[in-house]
């Protein structure tokens, strides 16, 4: 869609993570026109975005799965009992393909703003990249934890080597094999980030 043109949308949705995920799939599933926003390059939130060394669930495999379709159920074997962060965000990656997710995702996309009009009774959204979505609804599906804490440490900013944070890591450090989050100077979310 080029910039500044206005999409029209049944539903927008805030966020590829799992909930976002799902949020797609059902909702698109009863015949609404949706299209869902993240600010990554890919789907997976929490397990696209913390892929610091180490990173893994503390819940049991079988448990965190989906349990809408049973063919999905039974064509994914999980590794272990409790995976670590690449297969969860292989996990991920797998749902979207199989269910073909993505063609109604926008990555890499932010939403700036979201305001009602009480006129029309729509959603107006803005993005980060000059769209601009009008919606009968909006799903927030941004997680409990997607905003980068960064402790207010005195000093930090003069400190000269480099400062990363688990939220932003670089994506080479994990091993996984997905798009890289935008690690740079800029939070994804939060200005007080200051992860390289
Ligand atoms: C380090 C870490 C470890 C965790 N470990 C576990 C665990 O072991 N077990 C467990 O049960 N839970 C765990 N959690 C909790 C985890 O967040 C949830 O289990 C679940 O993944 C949340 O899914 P979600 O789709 O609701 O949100 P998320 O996965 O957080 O996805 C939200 C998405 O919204 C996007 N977003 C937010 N704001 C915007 C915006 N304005 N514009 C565009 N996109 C936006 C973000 O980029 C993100 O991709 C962990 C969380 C963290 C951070």
Known sequence: MPTGAVEDLDLLIV???FAGMYAVHRLRGQGLRVRAYDGAYDVGGTWYWNRYPGA??????????????????????????????????????????????????????????????????????????????????????????????VPDLPGADRFAGRILHTATWPASGSGSSAPAPRASSASRSSPRSRAT
């Not at 063919?71 to 074997?77: I, T, Y």
């Not at 995702?105 to 009008?134: C, K, N, P, Q």
Request: aromatic share 14%.
């Open 15 to 17: 966020g590829a993570g």
């Open 56 to 149: 893994r669930y503390d819940i049991e495999s079988l448990e965190y799965s989906y349990s809408f379709s049973e063919e999905l159920q039974q064509d994914w074997e999980w590794s272990r009992r409790f995976p670590e962060q690449p297969e969860m965000l292989a996990y991920a990656r797998h749902v979207a393909d199989r269910f073909d997710l993505r063609r109604d995702i926008a990555f890499a996309t932010r939403i700036t703003s979201v305001t009602f009009d009480e006129g029309d009774g729509r959603w107006l959204v803005t993005t980060d990249r000059g769209r601009r979505v009008r919606a009968r609804f909006c799903v927030m599906a941004t997680g409990c934890l997607s905003v980068p804490n």
